[in-house]
């Protein structure tokens, strides 16, 4: 199983980034996709989640309206578009599997089995 996330980097303030998870070795559609992030200091937040399942998308408040998260059943692959960064969105960003559907969007725990490496976003000018 691999979780390969990709498209960090450093951005100024307002600016827009998009960040992939590309996905391979386990059974694509019976997994949701969440994006989580953790900054220095601070507790891990999920910030988004997709399920091609129940076709459900979760967005944590402190990003609903800058975040948009896709996936690309055909590659594998899941997007998180960012814009109007802040510098509080700094962090190291990770994508994870989570079992079928997306926990969070129904206020249940969600369960990561996967994980790959995160990618380093730094909103900074």
């Known amino acids: 199983v691999q979780l390969q996330a990709s498209g960090g980097g450093l951005v100024q303030p307002g600016g827009s980034l998009r960040l992939s998870c590309a996905a391979s070795?386990?059974?694509?559609?019976?997994?949701?996709i969440a994006w989580l992030r953790q900054a220095p200091g601070k507790e891990r937040e999920e910030v988004a989640c997709?399920?091609?399942?129940?076709?459900?998308?979760y967005y944590a408040d402190s990003v609903k309206g800058r975040f948009t998260i896709s996936r690309d059943n055909a590659k594998n692959t899941v997007y998180l578009q960012i814009t109007s960064l802040k510098p509080e969105d700094t962090a190291i960003y990770y994508c994870?599997?989570?079992?079928?559907?997306?926990?969070?969007?129904?206020?249940?725990?969600?369960?990561?089995?996967?994980w790959g490496k995160g990618t380093l976003v730094t909103v900074s000018s």
């Open positions: 070795g386990f059974t694509w559609d019976l997994y949701a």
């Open positions: 997709i399920s091609s399942r129940d076709g459900r998308i």
């Open positions: 994870a599997t989570d079992r079928g559907v997306c926990g969070a969007a129904y206020g249940v725990e969600p369960v990561y089995d996967y």
